[in-house]
């Protein structure tokens, strides 16, 4: 019988090492999707074929596709697929379909599985055929960026202190930080307790938590190259794009709080 014990700070659920277990195999799952679906971008294939290929391989595997069948007050139908495909300057939530991918095209490619009665959350951008060298650093700078929060992350430190050295990072190769959307406790759920941000600033004083063991949460960095701002790509549907149209990449992990360091649940 598992217990689910309840952190002391702000709502947030901690896992214990069972529940850690089978969060790591709904984080395996998620992390052979998207290698498989990384593998097969190239110049010419959509972004449908590529969600077609997952949510097989999610069925196949007995698990949940997260994504499907979500509801956003801002969009006028449920996501329709079991992964965001965003190109391009679409930092998240892009809906898969017949957009053939072009060479110099970035994609971001998101994908949420539930097994068990657990979640795994994980993101990647890939570049489709030869993308400029801007660009290229922009994938490498979000990449860095998350792997820097994860070396970072020690039980005892307040996630400021993480979200402030990805904000660092990111602000110092001259890209931007986007502040909507930030990561997140997964859980049971996919989005628990706490918001898990990629910037720090006074506004968030109030949210700031401390790292403990059995947390378990989705840090994922999303990064442009030109400004932060985002917005809705149109009026009725889910897909968010940058402002300025400037390129965005995103890179996501699910990680726990173990008393020996982080791990990495959405790993091989
Ligand atoms: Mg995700
Ligand atoms: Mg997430």
Redesign the pocket.
Known sequence: MMTTKSATQKGIILKDNDEIDIMRRAGALVCRVLDHVCGLVKVGATTGELNDVAEKMISDAGAEALFKGVVNPAASYPFPAALCTSVNDEVVHGVPGDRALKDGDVVSI?C?VRIDGFCG???RTIPVGNVSKDVQSLLTVTEESLQLAISEMKVGLMWSEIATAIQRKVEAAGMSVVREFV??G?GQE??EEPKVPNYHDRSQRKSDFCLEEGMTL?V?PMVTLGASDVMYADADAWVIVTKDSSFAAHF?H?IAMTANGPVILTAA
């Open positions: 998101d949420g959350d994980s993101a990561g997140h997964i996919m989005h989705a994922e996501e699910s």
